[in-house]
């Protein structure tokens, strides 16, 4: 079943006063299925930041369709759109997002608190999340007394405490050393494999190789997807280093 179905989508940004205009996606399609893990490559500028914003219905397309779970991203009223993304998307960044003035429980309880969930639930949600992603003992903490691992496992239990049907990360390891990047991945692993679907925008050819398929994006276009299969991740990321490198020089046809 689809989670999220991409259908010729297109967009275009003009300058201010109407002069030039850049296309930054044309007619780009893909669709998602429940549970999968997708991650979604490309050169800077190649539009993968313009999808991912559209994606969580932040910028709006000038054509084509976006729907998460059959509903037509376009049809959210303007009023309605934070509470749409709280309740149905969740997101990992690059910096964390973490208010320095809360705590990590805090932090995590954000969204369900806008949500106006009891406080009970909020404890219910988080007491078995928080020892999954083992930052139990971190709650009380401020994000500036953690490590950077540390504060992206609590950016990943905000993510994910209000169950979004899709986790939207954007480049999630590229404020990581090498260690807490590993650690992060077996954390996607880990809840993709218990039944959360993610979409992973990245550079790094370590953090796509834990995904099931990789979109490869080109002059704001869908230009190639590798499937996982049967591969490891040190086959998987063999892989997609080859087709970035024939893409990168222009060995690779659509």
Known sequence: MSILEVKNLRKVYASRFGGNKVEALRNVSFTVEQGEFVSIMGESGSGKTTLLNILAALDKPTGGTVLLDGQDLKSVKESAVAAFRRDNLGFVFQDFNLLDTFTLEDN?????????????????????????????????????????????????????????????????????????????????????????????????????????RVLFIKDGEVFHQIYRGGDTDQQLYQKISDALTLLATGGMKK
């Open 108 to 212: 995590i309880y954000l969204p369900l608190v806008l949500a106006g969930r009891s406080y009970q639930e909020m404890r219910d949600r988080l007491t078995p999340m928080a020892a999954r992603l083992g930052i139990d003992e971190l709650l009380k903490k401020y994000p500036y007394e953690v490590s950077g691992g540390q504060k992206q496992r609590a950016a990943v239990a905000r993510a994910m405490i209000t169950n979004p049907k899709l986790l939207l990360a954007d480049e999630p390891t590229g404020a990581l050393d090498s260690r807490s990047t590993d650690e992060l991945l077996r954390l996607f692993a880990q809840v993709n494999r218990a039944g959360q679907t993610v979409l992973m925008v990245t550079h790094s050819v370590k953090a796509a190789s834990v995904s099931g």
